[in-house]
C-alpha cells in the first residue's frame, strides 16, 4: 500500500493550483537568466583552433556551416577512451533529432571531442547519429574551454572549480590524464569574426539533458538513490 499522501480530486486541484503559481514564478525567472545569458559580453577568438572533420580539416568559423551561431557539445571521448562517455551519449540522443530545426533557425550544432576522428566516427554509426562531430585533438581548444585538464591544471584554476563544481573535486586517475570533462559552449560570428558568448558545465548543462526534463516530471522523479542507472542505449536489455 502506497505511504505517499494521497487526496481527492479537488484537493489535488488545490495544490496544482499552488504549485502552478511556484511554476510561473520559475519560469519568469528563466526567462530573466535567459535575457542575462545573451546579455553577456562576447570574447573575441583570435586563435586559429584546427578540427578534423568528415570533409577535411577545419576551422572553428568553418563549423558554422554558413550560419550566424554555432552550439557546440563538448562530449567527453579522449583518445584513451574505447567509447564515448554514457552520459554525453544520452545528450547526444536528444539533440540530433532537434537539428535540424536549430540549423533552420540560424543556429549550427557541432560536437567535439579529443578522440581521433576515426574513433568518432565509428561510434556514431554505432549510436546512429547524423549530427557532425569533430575531432580537436591536434589544438587546444578543449584546454581552452575547460573540457580537458592534466591534473596541474585542474588543481590550479580556480575557475575551473567554480564551473564544473563537483566534476572538479573529482580525483583524476593519473593513467588516463588528461581528464575529461563535459559542457557546451556558443559562438557568434559577426563580419567575419568569431566571439565566444557562452559555456555551462555540470549542473549548468543539465537542461540540455533532455530524457531528465520529462523524468522530473515523471511520479518518481529522477530516482537515482542506487546510482548511475542509464546505459548507451544499444546497451539496455530489451
Given at each position: 500500500m502506497t505511504t505517499h499522501t494521497t487526496a481527492t480530486h479537488e484537493e489535488w486541484l488545490a495544490a496544482r493550483r499552488e504549485l502552478l503559481d511556484a511554476e510561473k514564478e520559475h519560469t519568469r525567472r528563466g526567462d530573466e537568466l535567459t535575457r542575462r545569458r545573451q546579455a553577456l559580453p562576447w570574447v573575441r577568438i583570435d586563435k586559429d583552433y584546427r578540427f578534423d572533420t568528415e570533409d577535411g580539416e577545419a576551422t572553428l568559423a568553418d563549423l558554422f556551416r554558413g550560419r550566424s551561431q554555432l552550439i557546440v557539445h563538448h562530449f567527453m571521448f579522449g583518445p584513451?577512451?574505447?567509447?564515448?562517455?554514457?552520459?554525453?551519449?544520452?545528450?547526444?540522443?536528444?539533440?540530433?533529432?532537434?537539428?535540424?530545426?536549430?540549423?533552420?533557425?540560424?543556429?549550427?550544432?557541432?560536437?567535439?571531442?579529443?578522440?581521433?576522428?576515426?574513433?568518432?566516427?565509428?561510434?556514431?554509426?554505432?549510436?546512429?547519429?547524423?549530427f557532425p562531430w569533430v575531432s580537436s585533438g591536434r589544438s587546444d581548444f578543449?584546454?581552452?574551454?575547460?573540457?580537458?585538464?592534466?591534473?596541474?591544471?585542474?588543481?590550479?584554476?580556480?575557475?575551473?572549480?567554480?564551473?564544473?563544481?563537483?566534476?572538479?573535486?573529482?580525483?583524476?586517475?593519473?593513467?588516463?590524464?588528461?581528464a575529461?570533462?563535459?559542457?557546451?559552449?556558443?559562438?557568434?560570428?559577426?563580419?567575419?569574426?568569431?566571439?565566444?558568448?557562452?559555456?555551462?558545465?555540470?549542473?549548468?548543462?543539465?537542461?540540455?539533458?533532455?530524457?531528465?526534463?520529462?523524468?522530473?516530471?515523471?511520479?518518481?522523479?529522477?530516482?537515482?538513490e542506487g546510482g548511475q542507472w542509464f546505459r548507451r542505449h544499444d546497451e539496455y536489455v530489451a
Open positions: 584513451h577512451m574505447a567509447a564515448g562517455c554514457p552520459s554525453c551519449s544520452s545528450v547526444a540522443d536528444g539533440y540530433d533529432g532537434i537539428r535540424v530545426h536549430l540549423e533552420n533557425h540560424d543556429v549550427a550544432m557541432a560536437t567535439v571531442s579529443r578522440a581521433p576522428l576515426a574513433a568518432l566516427s565509428a561510434y556514431k554509426r554505432r549510436m546512429g547519429w547524423d578543449n584546454f581552452d574551454f575547460d573540457v580537458s585538464f592534466t591534473e596541474d591544471r585542474l588543481t590550479d584554476v580556480d575557475r575551473a572549480e567554480g564551473l564544473h563544481h563537483n566534476y572538479a573535486r573529482t580525483p583524476m586517475d593519473p593513467d588516463v590524464l588528461p575529461e570533462l563535459p559542457g557546451m559552449s556558443a559562438f557568434v560570428l559577426d563580419d567575419g569574426v568569431v566571439f565566444h558568448t557562452y559555456s555551462a558545465y555540470a549542473r549548468g548543462a543539465d537542461v540540455l539533458w533532455g530524457m531528465y526534463q520529462w523524468l522530473d516530471r515523471a511520479p518518481l522523479g529522477r530516482n537515482e
